[in-house]
């Protein structure tokens, strides 16, 4: 079982969620990589679930009752992965590369996000990815 999470130093849930699913999408479901990714490791199904916590407590939150921009929410996949029998990868190989590849789709998601908040500044609540 892995936890997958995005980089969540801001609250606005929505966009956390969106750029959570995209990263999901790149990682398992869709393109060559993702397809590649599940040949290798002999990827046969899993099971996913979305967990959403928020930092409580009142030194977290201004005093409107939001959550600070270094707290909030904490959106985050946890995924049992099923292996065929037939394809023998290591647990610790399998978690080394399934982390390094996460990373990246991530840290992709984010830099994007990011470069479209610089872009359109006005739109800045709004979500661009």
């Known amino acids: 079982m ?11 849930l929505d966009g956390l969620l969106r750029v959570l699913q995209n990263s999901w999408d790149k990682f398992l479901v869709s393109g060559r990589p993702a397809q590649k990714r599940q040949v290798e ?3 046969v199904g899993n099971i996913r679930w979305l ?3 928020i930092n409580d407590g009142d030194k977290n939150f201004d005093e409107n009752g939001k959550p600070k921009t270094n707290s909030g929410w904490h959106p985050h996949f946890h995924v049992l992965f099923f292996v065929s029998k037939d394809k023998f990868v290591t647990l610790s190989d399998m978690k080394v590369q399934m982390k390094k590849d996460w990373a990246g789709i991530v840290a992709a998601q984010n830099l994007a996000r990011k470069f479209l908040n610089r872009l359109c500044p006005h739109l800045k609540h709004m979500d661009c990815i």
């Open 41 to 43: 490791m002999g990827l």
């Open 2 to 12: 892995m936890t997958l999470t995005v980089y969540h130093r801001w609250n606005d």
């Open 51 to 53: 967990e959403i916590t």
